[in-house]
T-cell receptor, first 112, second 115 residues
């Protein structure tokens, strides 16, 4: 069965600094991997996803993530944090069936 | 505009009083799902539906019911709410997931308080 672990329930970075949110997964088959973002008082929206092909995936708002099979990771990065990036981020994994598993979320705080 | 709508957005009720949270999508999606979000626990799936008249339990189905009589609607029913069902609830929809890697579209959430 698939599972997702997000390291750090809270991450703080300074405005302009690198954002790195960590996600490790376990899956018995090649996974589909997602990052969703939840802004305050809103539902989740897709940031980016990996299905097949290129392992470096670019998403909205300057975010990207790299699928590393050998490390079973799908970390989310952004070179320069902006105040508007403050939100909760969820990593999720699917094995292409009717099941998608979400991580517990990482709340990103941006320091001025 | 493509969207998932939920009603109500906020609800305060008392233990044992039946309630229904509605969910509707206008994207002709086959798959619909209900999640609850609790601090430190992330999103947990309650029920999902692959198509009309097809529903299945997720990870935390106890105390909830659903129905899928129409493709666009997927109401969540709490027959006898209890305080441990106080939570933030999200409805989501997507294309049929067996295509692989389908994006889920989420509603704005319903915040429920059961006294």
């Amino acid at each position: 069965a698939q599972s997702v672990t997000q390291l750090g329930s809270h991450v703080s970075v300074s405005e302009g600094a690198l954002v790195l949110l960590r996600c490790n997964y376990s899956s018995s088959v090649p996974p589909y991997l997602f990052w969703y973002v939840q802004y305050p008082n809103q539902g989740l929206q897709l940031l980016l996803k990996y299905t097949t092909g290129a392992t470096l995936v670019k998403g909205i708002n300057g975010f990207e993530a790299e699928f590393k099979k050998s490390e079973t990771s799908f970390h989310l990065t952004k070179p320069s944090a902006h105040m508007s990036d403050a939100a909760e981020y969820f990593c999720a994994v699917s094995e292409g069936d009717d099941k998608i598993i979400f991580g517990k979320g990482t709340r990103l705080h941006i320091l001025p | 505009e493509a969207q998932v709508t939920q009603n109500p957005r906020y609800l305060i009720t008392v233990t044992g009083k039946k309630l229904t949270v509605t969910c509707s999508q206008n994207m002709n999606h086959e798959y619909m799902s209900w999640y609850r979000q609790d601090p430190g626990l992330g999103l947990r799936q309650i029920y999902y539906s692959m198509n009309v008249e097809v529903t299945d339990k997720g990870d935390v189905p106890e105390g909830y019911k659903v129905s899928r009589k129409e493709k666009r609607n997927f109401p969540l029913i709490l027959e006898s709410p209890s305080p441990n069902q106080t939570s933030l609830y999200f409805c989501a929809s997507s294309l049929y997931p067996r295509q692989g890697g389908e994006t889920q579209y989420f509603g704005p959430g319903t915040r429920l308080l059961v006294l």
